[in-house]
Nanobody
Framework: QVQLVESGGGLVQPGNSLRLSCATS????????TGWFRQAPGKEREFVASTTWNFGATSYADSVKGRFTVSRDLAKNTAYLQMNSLKPEDTAVYYC?????????????????WGQGTQVTVSS
């Protein structure tokens, strides 16, 4: 069984940065993947980024490419989402999710495990 605990959300001004963490309990070997998703009020959940744990292969939504960086620390069993140059449109509840295969990484329905979510608000 895998459990995900997120932290690091908050209120920031536009242009500033935040780092989200996703502490992962359970086995992360093989084709384990962490994905980050977000859901803004009145909008559908959308893919943000993903990373594989074996090779560290990453994927990003076009809206965050160049601003966000996804990574994982094997020793700490923790995945991260570094968010720079934040914009008001990045405001959302951010979720980390995990699964044990690398298929359909951008589809939230394909993920088995989910964190509780953390609020990110970008506002002046």
């Amino acid at each position: 069984q895998v459990q995900l605990v997120e932290s690091g959300g908050g209120l920031v001004q536009p242009g500033n940065s935040l780092r989200l963490s996703c502490a992962t309990s359970g086995r992360t070997f093989g084709s384990f993947v962490t994905g980050w998703f977000r859901q803004a009020p009145g909008k559908e959940r959308e893919f943000v980024a993903s990373t594989t744990w074996n090779f560290g292969a990453t994927s990003y939504a076009d809206s965050v490419k160049g601003r966000f960086t996804v990574s994982r620390d094997l020793a700490k069993n923790t995945a991260y989402l570094q968010m720079n140059s934040l914009k008001p449109e990045d405001t959302a509840v951010y979720y980390c999710a995990a699964k044990r295969n690398t298929l359909d990484l951008r589809n939230g329905a394909s993920y088995e495990y989910w964190g509780q979510g953390t609020q990110v608000t970008v506002s002046s």
